[in-house]
Structure formats: C-alpha cells, structure tokens
C-alpha cells in the first residue's frame, strides 16, 4: 500500500492482538491487487443502552485503487473477530473481482448476463436471481457493487458474474441496472 493503513475505531478501544488481526488481514488484500493506494478500516461497537454492553460490532473497509474505490458494506455480528473477519473476505471478494475486470478475464458490465432479481432477504443479506434461461443464482450484500444492495427490489434488473459455489451457482458480482430502465422486468425464457 501506497500510504499507512488507518484503523478508527467507534465506542470501543481496539486490543493490540484485534489491531494485529486487522493489519494481517489488510496486508493479504495485496495478494488479489497489488496495486492498493490505501485502506481504511472502521469499527464501531453497538451499545444497548449509552455505556452499557457491546450489543454487535459492524466493521467497513475502504480501499482506494488507482482510478477507482472500493467500499465493504458494514459487516455486523456480536463477535468482533468474526465481524472484521466476515468484512476482509467480503473485500477479498470485491478486490478479486475488481482485479479481474482490471485484467481483462472479465467482460465489462455492458457485456455480463442479465437477470432478475427473484427473492431478497434484506435482513439477513442475500437473494436470488433467476436467469433469462430461468436457473436460480444465490447472490449475497457484498457482491452488489457500489453498496447498492438496499435499493434492490424483487424483480430488478441487475447483470452479474457467475462462479459455481459450495450449493450451487452464485454472483461473485451483482451490477444493479437503474435509470431508465429501474424496474424493468424480463421474462425468463423457457
């Protein structure tokens, strides 16, 4: 990285071992871009009540990357480590992508498969597309470019990357297609 990596911290004082973590997690997002200009790493704790127990913590990254940004979602859960664990992956993901569309292994979004969005399950982060060929593909927040996952309606119209996963077929990248063509729906072809 070009400049020092930034770690803030919100309502909470971070230990040396969770500053460590996040340093060695952040030294690892080299490996997908070499190319990072800077990262930034907030974390913040959720208080029940003002002073009172850590309720959950909610990490997010920023990297800046020649040209462009890159910005993780806030990674929620009552565990810390796994908060900024769950957080660097998502950014893994984001940077991986970004590396490959960098490269050319990608087609631009122009050129990605388009698809609607089928089912969402807002609270807990995911959805579904179906396919113009009428196939299911899980998608989750994190691969929703430019944090546009909250503005996503059943029956959106988005373009994604397709990689196979663990259960089946998932978006590594989900491009929302707003403007004048917001709420557009296809029919799947059958």
């Not at 340093?23 to 003002?50: D, G, M, S």
Request: proline share 6%; aromatic share 8%.
């Amino acid at each position: 990285m070009e400049q020092p990596l930034q770690i803030t911290a919100r309502n909470l004082e971070l230990s040396q071992d969770v500053e460590a973590v996040i340093r060695r997690e952040a030294a690892k997002l080299e490996q997908f871009y070499p190319r990072i200009l800077r990262c930034r790493v907030l974390v913040e704790a959720e208080h029940r009540f003002p002073g009172g127990e850590v309720v959950a913590y909610r990490v997010r990254i920023d990297l800046t990357v020649p040209n462009d940004e890159i910005r993780t979602t806030r990674q929620i859960h009552e565990e810390l480590l796994t908060a900024v664990q769950r957080a660097f992956q998502a950014c893994a993901r984001q940077l991986e992508d970004y590396a490959r569309i960098q490269r050319g292994d990608v087609g631009l979004p122009e050129t990605m498969p388009h698809a609607r969005v089928r089912v969402l399950f807002p609270w807990e982060g995911y959805g579904f597309l179906e396919t113009r060929d009428g196939r299911e593909v899980y998608f989750h927040r994190n691969s929703v470019l430019d944090g546009a996952f909250d503005r996503l309606e059943v029956g959106s119209t988005v373009r994604f990357v397709e990689e196979p996963g663990e259960k089946g077929p998932q978006a590594t990248t989900v491009a929302p297609v707003f403007g004048g063509r917001r709420g557009r729906r296809h029919q799947p072809e059958r």
